[in-house]
């Protein structure tokens, strides 16, 4: 979603629960696994340790956040059903 001023970005997160088909590194991440009990917080970007609790409760959220870079100044989490991540989009 971009500003009037012509900054931002929009953010998509997937979830899956079955996979096939080898994990391939690409220029933007290296896969890792972790236990879910022992997730890297510390080593993660800053807004994701804001939404990942809502994302393993399983539950469809819409999240805005706004930067003062590096800080996460305001952010906002909504949990949404279907039709809410339809009109986010």
């Given at each position: 979603?971009?500003?009037?001023?012509?900054t931002?970005?929009?953010?998509?997160?997937?979830?899956?629960?079955d996979?096939?088909g080898?994990?391939?590194?690409?220029?933007?991440?290296?896969?890792k696994?972790f236990?879910?009990?022992d997730?890297?917080?510390d080593?993660?970007?800053?807004?994701?340790r804001l939404?990942w609790p809502t994302?393993?409760?399983?539950?469809?959220?819409?999240g805005?956040f706004?930067?003062?870079?590096p800080?996460v100044?305001r952010?906002?989490?909504?949990c949404?059903d279907?039709?809410?991540?339809?009109?986010?989009?």
């Amino acid at each position: 979603m971009k500003r009037r001023d012509g900054t931002g970005m929009t953010i998509c997160v997937y979830t899956a629960h079955d996979l096939s088909g080898p994990i391939v590194e690409s220029d933007e991440m290296e896969p890792k696994w972790f236990d879910v009990l022992d997730l890297p917080y510390d080593s993660a970007y800053k807004e994701a340790r804001l939404w990942w609790p809502t994302m393993l409760d399983g539950k469809p959220f819409v999240g805005r956040f706004a930067f003062s870079h590096p800080d996460v100044i305001r952010y906002n989490i909504e949990c949404v059903d279907a039709a809410g991540l339809a009109m986010a989009r």
